[in-house]
């Protein structure tokens, strides 16, 4: 056994995917026979009906329609019942929820019923509002039950017979539910009766036993339970979501593929790319876009599910999951970012981040003493690079127990939290969910009964990077009390720097990994919190382990200046939004793996999951110089930007290749440093709307359909900065596609050049320096030019605006201020400036009242220029704010010396020469 695990462990270390560790369609039960009963349905007759008797309709939003769908089972002559109910949420969201009637349950140690709390973890208020806005009528005949719930004549048609439901707006059909009649629920049965209890059509595959390598310890106690059911996007050519896929934007056919997308969190190391297999986290959500309208639905499972897509003038797909409630819930918008907004309200926007994490982050495994973490400081200082945050990976710990520290490396972390505070850095350490046995944590962790217990109901013991461990089980509410007591700031508590604030939380290995599980997890049958089945709440267990953490730094942040919390996690669900980034894994140093990044970002945010960000310079392996200055140049525009290093590679901090790629590179962190005034402000903006932060072309141009597809350049959120990274090795031209009928200035590394009209694609000649990028016009964006070391550092700086004008000579703009690290600013502690500018001048006004106490603060921050692109000749101008009015200068194209502060609103007369009378 001992040999096995070192094995193992070495293996984790070393080697590329193994796709026989992770089952595809073909060798997972559940998924081969839904295929096969997908496959077979068509000539059949489907052993579904709702029962007409059963059906209660009613005009509210909350159930609507209720009823009964049966099974029929002929060969036992009986029926099987799933009562179904069809409500309305807020935001005309249309849900549908099926449970399964089991004639008896397992009893014993697990819950015998269909997990249902899904919901509990993924919504933000399990009382998930109804909606109101809108009037529900239903109205039914004998074959026909007719929901209308929304605005522009939003109905579903619920066809009783066919058992389809027929989603339409605008009179137009939108989705169609179980069209290909592939409804299925396998229902309850004894393992010696399996026989008996199966369709002619079926098949048994794997029903009471797993035959995959990995997994054939599994005792599958409640037989087979899988759901599964098709969704036809009418109309539509393109879907998008489902993360976590290392995949294109628009997803793929899957038809003729043994890999439907996969959604099950695992420990993938060295992932491929181009691929459906599942990786660390899964959000179950898929967006559909087409011209004018997008449609959305939201699988409501945390088991393992396989995703089907066929495309063809529709897009048919059909979702399979092991077992729990059959729940989804459809989303209507007329564009992506209505669906984003929506979906925000059910499971919560990402809150606004603290202002350092917005910043660099700088991390490898592993800075291996205090001297090393404060000679990077040094480094990054002398080398003139600003940076916020240090990390540390699992070597900081005795012997990888998490909540201690290797004394002989950090003989005193509270001395090393102040020397980074000096500057305004802050430390970062990894905390993973497996507890090394033997030691304080995880004995009081057995002690109170919090461990994730194995299929006979004891404490389950696996393998984890400290060895032997135990799980720390955060669905069970007793685990939040325990954590917060490790994470408590106080004087005597050493192990998270007694008092210190500037100190943070990285959860890993959370999907959980276990090095010497089946399919590198835990066994399905495992058995968490209340007698779930690990396999039926597996994708959520991430989620709760780093929301525990979120809620013990919150209590520990309470009392300071710095309230808000910051988690990285690699584990993520639906809802994980609200209290952490996450990031893409294990990534390699190859140029694939960066073009990569920039679509599986851009999911994460489709999928309502913003602060996202992939390692830089990847993980496994040593990227050559041009790839990593390549990847700074990209990562600066991840919304989550950190470097990290696996074990075995070299060194490679910016100072590290050398001239010319030391510069390019710190110019490159500079620029996202710069940039900094305009990323808040969409954090901001995402945090009130869903919005990406990374945004994804078709989402500024929902109608042009030429960019559905384009997922190597992007949108800075709805700041009209547009990129396109250069992910090539010896480019020396790009193309970069102009999406819509609107003047694009070139704005190449932040410096304005030339004016193009779109639509249309440039071709641009690139140098290692260049990072190309466009600011659209019509847009207004904030920056602070001026080098600091820290974000915190940069806090009084003054402003600089970047003001392109349109077609039609206007532009727009908006900036959010605020302290960066407290929650004052939802008490009115900040300042929403709106900006308008058209030929005349440029007003800035009060979007919200700031409370007068931070005007006061914030009174001596300027804004010191103002640089004009598209402006005609003129070249004065005058300022007027409250009382004073003064005359500036405009210099080729840019105002210097502007001079207005932040903290109050303003206008800019502009003028050719002021005259007397004007001043
Ligand atoms: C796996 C993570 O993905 C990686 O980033 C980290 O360095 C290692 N675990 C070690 O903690």
Request: net charge negative.
């Amino acid at each position: 056994m001992k040999g096995i695990v070192i094995f193992l462990i070495l293996l984790h270390n070393v080697c590329g995917v193994k796709d026989y560790l992770f089952k595809d369609c073909d060798n997972s039960g559940f998924c081969q026979r839904n295929r096969l009963y997908a496959k077979n349905i068509a000539e059949n007759e489907s052993p579904y009906a709702v029962s007409q008797p059963s059906l209660v309709v009613s005009n509210t939003a909350q159930n609507s329609l209720t009823g009964v769908i049966t099974k029929s089972i002929p060969q036992l002559d009986e029926t099987r019942q799933f009562p179904f109910e069809i409500s309305i949420l807020e935001g005309s969201i249309l849900r549908f929820k099926a449970d399964e009637m089991r004639p008896e349950t397992s009893g014993g140690m697990i819950r015998g019923n269909r997990y249902n709390e899904a919901a509990k973890w993924a919504f933000q208020d399990p009382d998930v509002p109804y909606e109101s806005k809108y009037p529900v009528n239903v109205e039914s005949t004998d074959q026909l039950v007719t929901i209308s719930f929304g605005p522009n004549d939003t109905k579903a048609e619920f066809d009783v017979k066919d058992m389809t439901i027929k989603i339409y707006y605008k009179g137009q059909l939108q989705l169609v539910v179980n069209e290909r009649n592939f409804f299925n629920i396998e229902h309850y049965r004894k393992r010696d009766e399996n026989d008996k209890h199966l369709l002619p059509f079926e098949s048994d595959f794997d029903s009471f036993k797993d035959s995959h390598n990995t997994a054939s310890e599994d005792s599958i106690p409640l037989g087979p339970e899988s759901i599964g059911l098709d969704f036809t996007f009418a109309g539509y050519k393109h879907v998008y979501g489902i993360p976590e896929h290392a995949d294109s934007m628009s997803l793929k056919d899957t038809s003729e593929s043994n890999w439907p997308y996969r959604l099950f969190n695992v420990d993938i190391f060295e992932y491929d790319t181009d691929s459906r297999m599942p990786m660390y986290g899964s959000i179950p959500l898929m967006l559909a876009t087409k011209p004018k309208m997008s449609t959305a639905v939201f699988w409501l499972n945390a088991a393992d599910t396989f995703i089907d897509i066929h495309k063809s003038n529709d897009v048919k797909t059909h979702w399979i999951s092991e077992n729990g409630v059959m729940d989804f819930l459809v989303i209507l918008g007329e564009t992506p970012a209505e669906i984003n907004s929506k979906y925000g309200r059910l499971t919560g926007y990402a809150p606004l981040p603290p202002m350092f994490s917005l910043g660099y982050h700088q991390c490898r495994w592993n800075y291996n003493d205090e001297k090393d973490v404060l000679d990077i400081t040094s480094k990054m200082d002398e080398t003139l690079v600003p940076y916020d945050t240090i990390w540390l990976d699992v070597e900081y710990a005795d012997a990888k127990k998490y909540f201690t520290w290797d004394i002989d490396a950090f003989p005193d972390p509270e001395r090393m939290l102040k020397a980074l505070d000096r500057t305004g850095r802050n430390l970062v350490l990894i905390i993973d969910p497996h507890l090394k046995v033997g030691y304080y944590v995880s004995d009081e962790v057995r002690k109170r009964d919090l461990a994730m217990k194995n299929s006979k109901n004891e404490t389950f013991h696996g393998h984890c990077w400290p060895g032997e461990s135990v799980w720390i089980d955060t669905f069970n509410p007793g685990s939040q009390e325990y954590w917060d007591s490790l994470f408590v700031r106080s004087e005597t508590n050493k192990v998270m720097g007694g008092m210190s604030t500037n100190i943070y939380v990285w959860n890993d290995m959370n999907e959980p990994s276990v090095f010497d599980g089946p399919e590198t997890s835990a066994p399905r049958d495992n058995i968490f919190y209340d007698g779930w089945e690990h396999r039926s709440v597996h994708n959520i267990y991430g989620l709760t382990f780093h929301e525990a953490t979120f809620e013990s730094l919150t209590k520990r942040l309470e009392s300071s200046t710095r309230q808000r919390p910051f988690i990285l996690t690699r584990s993520f669900y639906a809802g994980s939004q609200r209290t952490s980034a996450m990031w893409t894994g294990d990534n390699m140093a190859k140029w694939e793996y960066l073009e990569a990044s920039i679509p599986m970002v851009l999911s994460s945010g489709i999928a309502g999951m913003p602060f996202a960000g992939a390692d830089v310079g990847g993980f496994f392996g040593n990227p050559s110089k041009e790839l990593l200055t390549r990847w700074y140049q990209t990562g600066i525009w991840y919304p989550f930007f950190r470097a990290h290093a696996h074990i075995d590679s070299r060194r490679r901090e910016p100072w590290v290749p050398g001239e010319p790629f030391t510069s390019i590179i710190r110019d490159a962190i500079r620029l996202r440093y710069a940039l900094l005034p305009t990323f808040y402000t969409c954090f901001y903006d995402s945090s009130q709307s869903g919005l990406p932060v990374m945004k994804p072309i078709f989402y500024e141009c929902p109608h042009n359909v030429d960019a559905y597809e384009i997922d190597d350049q992007f949108f800075l959120g709805n700041s009209g900065l547009m990129v396109k990274p250069v992910t090539s090795e010896g480019a020396t031209s790009v193309d970069v596609y102009l999406p819509d009928n609107e003047v694009y200035y070139e704005f190449t590394s932040g410096v304005p050049g030339k004016a193009y009209k779109g639509p249309k694609t440039v071709d641009l000649d690139v140098e290692l320096a260049d990072i190309p990028m466009f600011l659209k016009g019509g847009s207004i964006v904030a920056r602070k030019d001026r080098y600091r070391r820290s974000t915190k550092l940069m806090q009084n700086d003054p402003y600089t605006l970047v003001v392109a004008f349109d077609n039609q000579g206007k532009a727009t703009g908006k900036l959010h201020i605020d302290d960066g690290e407290s929650y004052g600013y939802k008490e009115g502690q900040e300042i929403n400036l709106q900006f308008y500018a058209d030929s005349k001048g440029i007003t800035a006004q009060f979007e919200t009242v700031p409370d007068p106490t931070y005007v006061k603060a914030m009174q001596k921050i300027k804004i010191e220029k103002i640089i004009l692109l598209g402006h005609g000749n003129d070249d004065q101008a005058l300022v007027t704010q409250g009382e004073k009015s003064w005359q500036v200068q405009i210099v080729d194209g840019e105002i210097r010396n502007a001079g207005m502060s932040v903290a109050a609103e303003w206008k800019i007369k502009f003028a050719t020469k002021l005259t007397h009378d004007e001043l």
